[in-house]
């Protein structure tokens, strides 16, 4: 039988190979498929088991992207080297580089290694099943329609999470043969599109099992079969949302788009969705956690603190800059706010920490994250990863009303008594208003959702109403590692070369000299 062979990756995914032609492990032995699953009954139980928690935890917790994100969304500043975040930082923008010997590589690689990765073990899963071999378990029991389910999910988070981040890319819902893949045919769009459609196959496979435990599939995710369909629907409606490059993409989307969002995150989940608690006091769950809540020099400063952004929306007086003062002498006091969640999910620091000044001042911040826990200390939520937050779905709601200019229904969502602005920041209502909608929404994606639940949030939200920096990229690019498997020459988006640039389907590929967060503050 014919070998299958994926340019798409470099490595092989887990079992990369099909029909008669042997598997190459770790060990010197190797088995064809239809040995291992002689050798392992619950061979499809087991391959989506890998899978799923290998796109769980680079969807919501990514060590290399989450940061990266955060960075270019101006969430979090540094000015640190490691993994080159710095370039990520730096203003005016400069290009992103995708070329295999970049010491930031891990940034844009990572998400593509392990989505694909995921996805193709996805693929072989659901092959097998359609073929007529059952999802059993170790136990022997059958559990067909729950593997089904998780293998349609898993490509619904990997294909929504590639089409969320990169400009184009391969749907891979079958065998590629021998041919291997010459070009990207799809773009963004097609890729987040499929996605949510193997959400809802998701959802009527979910519909048809008995029961689901989400902890068998991911060991400690709390879940049963109506936390996976409403996490598909959570998920449906996040990537759904993330297609537009720009607010003029985003309006042009229509109705009956933004109403799929609404449909989509009104059947969402209605409480967090985190893991069990892991390890004990001093350990975190998740890798982001100890790179964006660390804390340095006897708890002094913040390892990546937050941009100072989000300190200056926050603040009350409007004297608060948006950008460091340049001065080497000026150390900027704590902000007085009238939002009482700001000073519980943040911190401040008169010590700047990593922070150096030779490369570039106007970087600097004094605050850092304690929401989830700080220095030695167990996070908040018992060092439990935090999966998707419940209140990710009002804002999607409340966004989806303003893109149909339901303002008012928009404002009702905000001005909830469950909100979190209101149940436990305090704020004022919201007036229905474009302005002040946009930037509460603004808001609210930066303090409450921040790296909460996933690494696009903030940076999505931006994308799509022009608020990145000018000179920011909008998109990953593919790397070169995977690009010159095939005749595509190398490519970048960002940088002040690069302002306004489209990317090869008409989108802005590089945010516009017209962008940027500066000067949206509303007073209301």
Known sequence: MKKIYYKLLITASLFGTAGCEKMQFDDPVSFTIEEAKALTPDYYFKLTTAS????????????????????????????????????????????????????GRDVLYVPYYYFYQANLNATLALEGLYAGNPGIDANGNDRTNEVYAIAHFIKGVSQGYLGATYDRGVIVDKNL????????????????????????????????ASSITLSDFYVNVIGNKTTLIQFANSLAARFLA???????????????????????????????????????????????????????NSNTAAYLPIDIKLAHFADNTGTYPDSYPTNSTTVLDAIQTDDARFHQYYRYFPAFGFLLEERGRHLFSNYGRVRRGFGANPVTYDNRQVVFVAEELRLLRAEAKFWLDDFAGAAAELNA?????????????????????????????????????????PFAFMRRHNL????????????????????????????????????????????????GWKGTKVNY
């Open 52 to 103: 799923f928690a290998s796109s769980i935890f680079y969807s919501f917790d990514g060590p290399s992207s989450t940061a990266g994100f955060s960075i270019l969304a101006d969430q979090t500043t540094t000015t640190n080297r490691n993994l080159e975040w710095w370039d990520f930082a730096k203003e005016p923008r400069i290009p992103l580089n995708p070329s295999e010997s970049y010491g």
């Open 177 to 208: 043969g021998g041919s291997g893949l010459q070009e990207y045919p799809n773009s963004y769009k097609e890729l987040i599109e499929n996605g949510v459609a193997h959400f809802d196959s998701a959802i009527v496979y979910a519909n048809k």
């Open 242 to 296: 993330s297609i537009p490059r720009d607010k003029t993409e985003a309006k042009a989307l229509g109705a009956a788009f933004w109403n799929k969002v609404l449909t989509y995150a009104q059947n969402g989940l209605t409480t967090d969705l985190t893991t069990a608690g892991y390890g004990g006091s001093g350990h975190f769950y998740n890798y982001s956690a100890r790179q964006l809540y660390t804390l340095i």
């Open 417 to 457: 008594s469950t909100a979190r602005r209101k149940a436990i920041g305090g704020l004022r209502d919201v007036p229905a208003t474009e302005a002040a909608l946009r930037y509460v929404l603004h808001y609210e994606w930066a303090v409450e959702i921040d790296v909460e639940g996933g690494n696009l949030g």
């Open 468 to 515: 990145l920096q000018p000179g920011t990229p909008t998109q990953f690019p593919i790397v070169e590692n995977q690009l010159k498997l095939t005749p595509n020459q190398l490519y970048t988006f960002g940088g002040e070369a690069n302002i306004g640039v489209k990317g090869i389907w008409g989108e802005t590929g590089t945010a516009g000299a017209d962008w």
